[in-house]
């Protein structure tokens, strides 16, 4: 990426929007939300979609001011050297080309001077014929009988993007008609409980195992995967492997290393981040296992359809544009260091597990590209579950104590509707009454003169007294299709990507999941020679030592 060493925070544009910021403290929501204009200025719509930021502590000036921003920061330039394939992940020195993995057939997107999309098409024709033969029976396991489950092992990137799809798919009317009679589970906690969980009730006779990793040396993963081969070796035999298990990752050489069959791998490319792999074989083959391929190609149909708005409307009508800056403006000039999200569905009870990846890992940073130090602090902390299950839960905090913006993402149609007879309204409106109601109670809140006209009595009035003047946004999709859902995905991955062009960080690389993992190695040295040898604790301090003393001496862990 062409970086300059100038921070983000020097250009006037930056110095326009903090300035601004008084401006907007002297408002409430409660008085934007009057302005008929203002709120339709701040409705998008796209391909079924309909966003609604109204609620945001911003006004039209806001939004210029922000689009200011977006333009010192050359957002349209950095949005078009990712989508031309420059290595604008400089750290890794690669190119971030996720949008590759969606295009269309036809689509020329070149990286180093090549066009990836053959490539692309070519694992996806590979994953569509496998599928199709695990499915239909054509392969069948060693004792010759089709393989109904699957347990795909893979961790962080190789997990949560497919977990978000697969749960959003579950109840789908179409995917749910397809995935009839089979399993797909995920293995990635390296804790032993969550093999067990895993294995509990198949049969290795009747299992397929694709072990999902990038980079093939993940420690749990590898892990995982060789305590998953044991249990189909121990019942089957050692070459049931060839039938039982295959993989996906970019680094194939370490896939026939462990066994796998190379003819049994699906590839994908290091221009892939890992977070940002759902769309390649790390999800599509999982998903088209259990989905079926034609499924899970709607899924990619709509975050290209994204991708295609992302790339070619202008920022002010752009919908993960304008989210980024928005999230920009919460997070770096109002303040706010979290975000919540918050859709209206129980099918997306993954979603924000798997955005705070996308969003933490890529934003999380210290520096700046160029590896300076940022005089502002960038990401935000993500977290967020589906409604109402969230009011019930962190709804207090969110409405009285700090201020979070929230997300609200709702459904209009259900995939799986009930109306009680009796009853006043369906059990989706029931749900739905809630994803528009709580925005206006942040937006609005309770004044005690509001309280006082309702009789409240006064020592329970400060209690009972809402600030209000809490932002928030709406995303309304028409359904939750796998199309829909594709469109959901690639709408947070360019926003988050928007918000890392905009601060002018790597939001691609993750150095700072390193170090953790280099003391675990010495930890696991450690536990292995105290075990086998009986060595004594050497190179920890005080805490850890007394941590490890505890545990070696009580803990009964098989002994190598
Ligand atoms: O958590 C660090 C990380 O490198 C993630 O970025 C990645 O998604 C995950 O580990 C798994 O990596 P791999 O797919 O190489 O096993």
Same mark, same amino acid.
């Given at each position: 990426?062409?970086?300059?060493?100038?921070?983000?925070?020097?250009?006037?544009?930056?110095?326009?929007?903090?300035?601004?910021?008084?401006?907007?403290?002297?408002?409430?929501?409660?008085?934007?939300?009057?302005?008929?204009?203002?709120?339709?200025?701040?409705?998008?719509?796209?391909?079924?979609?309909?966003?609604?930021?109204?609620?945001?502590?911003?006004?039209?000036?806001?939004?210029?001011?922000?689009?200011?921003?977006?333009?010192?920061?050359?957002?349209?330039?950095?949005?078009?050297?990712?989508?031309?394939?420059?290595?604008?992940?400089?750290?890794?020195?690669?190119?971030?080309?996720?949008?590759?993995?969606?295009?269309?057939?036809?689509?020329?997107?070149?990286?180093?001077?090549?066009?990836?999309?053959?490539?692309?098409?070519?694992?996806?024709?590979?994953?569509?014929?496998?599928?199709?033969?695990?499915?239909?029976?054509?392969?069948? !396991?060693?004792?010759?009988?089709?393989?109904?489950?699957?347990?795909?092992?893979?961790?962080? !990137?190789?997990?949560?993007?497919?977990?978000?799809?697969?749960?959003?798919?579950?109840?789908?009317?179409?995917?749910?008609?397809?995935?009839?009679?089979?399993?797909?589970?995920?293995?990635?906690?390296?804790?032993?409980?969550?093999?067990?969980?895993?294995?509990?009730?198949?049969?290795?006779?009747?299992?397929?195992?694709?072990?999902?990793?990038?980079?093939?040396?993940?420690? $749990?993963?590898?892990?995982?995967?060789?305590?998953?081969?044991?249990?189909?070796?121990?019942?089957?035999?050692?070459?049931?492997?060839?039938?039982?298990?295959?993989?996906?990752?970019?680094?194939?050489?370490?896939? $026939?290393?462990?066994?796998?069959?190379?003819?049994?791998?699906?590839?994908?490319?290091?221009?892939?981040?890992?977070?940002?792999?759902?769309?390649?074989?790390?999800?599509?083959?999982?998903?088209?296992?259990?989905?079926?391929?034609?499924?899970?190609?709607?899924?990619?149909?709509?975050?290209?359809?994204?991708?295609?708005?992302?790339?070619?409307?202008?920022?002010?009508?752009?919908?993960?544009?304008?989210?980024?800056?928005?999230?920009?403006?919460?997070?770096?000039?109002? !303040?706010?260091?979290?975000?919540?999200?918050?859709?209206?569905?129980?099918?997306?009870?993954?979603?924000?597990?798997?955005?705070?990846?996308?969003?933490?890992?890529?934003?999380?940073?210290?520096?700046?590209?160029?590896?300076?130090?940022?005089?502002?602090?960038?990401?935000?902390?993500?977290?967020?579950?589906?409604?109402?299950?969230?009011?019930?839960?962190?709804?207090?905090?969110?409405?009285?104590?700090?201020?979070?913006?929230?997300?609200?993402?709702?459904?209009?149609?259900?995939?799986?509707?009930?109306?009680?007879?009796?009853?006043?309204?369906?059990?989706?409106?029931?749900?739905?009454?809630?994803?528009?109601?709580?925005?206006?109670?942040?937006?609005?809140?309770?004044?005690?003169?509001?309280?006082?006209?309702?009789?409240?009595?006064?020592?329970?009035?400060?209690?009972?007294?809402?600030?209000?003047?809490?932002?928030?946004?709406?995303?309304?999709?028409?359904?939750?299709?796998?199309?829909?859902?594709?469109?959901?995905?690639?709408?947070?991955?360019?926003?988050?990507?928007?918000?890392?062009?905009?601060?002018?960080?790597?939001?691609?690389?993750?150095?700072?999941?390193?170090? !953790?993992?280099?003391?675990?190695?010495?930890?696991?040295?450690?536990?292995?020679?105290?075990?086998?040898?009986?060595?004594?604790?050497?190179?920890?301090?005080?805490?850890?030592?007394?941590?490890?003393?505890?545990?070696?001496?009580?803990?009964?862990?098989?002994?190598?």
């Amino acid at each position: 990426m062409a970086s300059s060493t100038a921070s983000i925070s020097d250009p006037e544009a930056w110095k326009d929007l903090k300035g601004h910021v008084e401006d907007i403290k002297k408002t409430h929501l409660r008085d934007l939300m009057t302005d008929a204009n203002r709120c339709q200025s701040m409705m998008m719509e796209f391909d079924g979609l309909l966003l609604d930021y109204s609620r945001q502590r911003a006004t039209v000036e806001t939004v210029d001011k922000l689009l200011n921003l977006a333009k010192a920061a050359q957002l349209t330039e950095k949005i078009s050297r990712m989508f031309n394939g420059e290595h604008i992940n400089s750290t890794e020195n690669r190119s971030v080309l996720h949008v590759a993995l969606r295009a269309p057939k036809d689509a020329v997107i070149k990286a180093d001077g090549k066009n990836v999309v053959p490539e692309v098409w070519n694992v996806l024709d590979k994953i569509k014929e496998f599928s199709e033969k695990i499915r239909s029976g054509s392969w069948v !396991g060693a004792t010759g009988k089709p393989l109904k489950d699957v347990i795909a092992i893979g961790i962080g !990137g190789s997990f949560l993007g497919p977990l978000f799809v697969h749960t959003a798919l579950q109840t789908d009317p179409e995917a749910l008609e397809s995935a009839k009679g089979r399993q797909l589970r995920f293995l990635a906690n390296i804790d032993p409980v969550d093999v067990a969980r895993n294995i509990n009730g198949l049969n290795p006779e009747t299992t397929l195992v694709v072990v999902v990793s990038k980079t093939f040396t993940t420690a $749990e993963t590898m892990l995982n995967a060789r305590t998953l081969r044991e249990w189909i070796t121990a019942a089957l035999g050692a070459s049931a492997v060839a039938k039982h298990m295959v993989a996906v990752s970019t680094n194939l050489a370490l896939v $026939e290393k462990f066994g796998i069959d190379p003819n049994n791998a699906f590839a994908f490319w290091d221009w892939v981040g890992g977070r940002y792999s759902v769309c390649s074989a790390v999800g599509v083959l999982p998903l088209s296992l259990q989905y079926g391929f034609s499924v899970v190609e709607k899924f990619l149909k709509g975050a290209s359809s994204i991708d295609q708005h992302f790339q070619s409307t202008p920022i002010e009508k752009n919908i993960p544009v304008l989210l980024g800056l928005l999230s920009v403006w919460n997070v770096s000039f109002l !303040g706010y260091p979290a975000r919540a999200i918050l859709p209206h569905s129980q099918a997306l009870e993954k979603f924000a597990p798997h955005i705070q990846q996308v969003s933490m890992e890529s934003n999380g940073k210290g520096v700046s590209i160029d590896g300076l130090p940022l005089p502002f602090e960038t990401g935000e902390i993500d977290f967020g579950e589906p409604g109402t299950n969230g009011q019930h839960s962190f709804y207090q905090l969110i409405h009285q104590g700090r201020v979070i913006p929230c997300d609200f993402i709702g459904i209009v149609k259900s995939q799986q509707p009930v109306y009680l007879k009796g009853e006043v309204v369906s059990n989706h409106d029931e749900l739905m009454s809630n994803f528009f109601a709580q925005p206006d109670a942040l937006a609005y809140g309770k004044t005690p003169e509001q309280l006082q006209k309702e009789n409240v009595s006064e020592n329970l009035i400060p209690h009972k007294t809402f600030s209000g003047n809490r932002p928030s946004l709406s995303l309304l999709l028409p359904e939750l299709t796998a199309y829909n859902v594709g469109q959901l995905l690639a709408i947070y991955e360019h926003r988050v990507a928007v918000q890392g062009f905009v601060w002018g960080i790597n939001s691609f690389d993750q150095w700072g999941v390193e170090l !953790g993992k280099v003391l675990a190695t010495h930890v696991r040295k450690q536990l292995h020679s105290s075990r086998t040898q009986g060595t004594t604790l050497e190179g920890f301090n005080y805490s850890t030592t007394t941590l490890l003393k505890r545990y070696l001496e009580t803990s009964s862990e098989p002994q190598m």
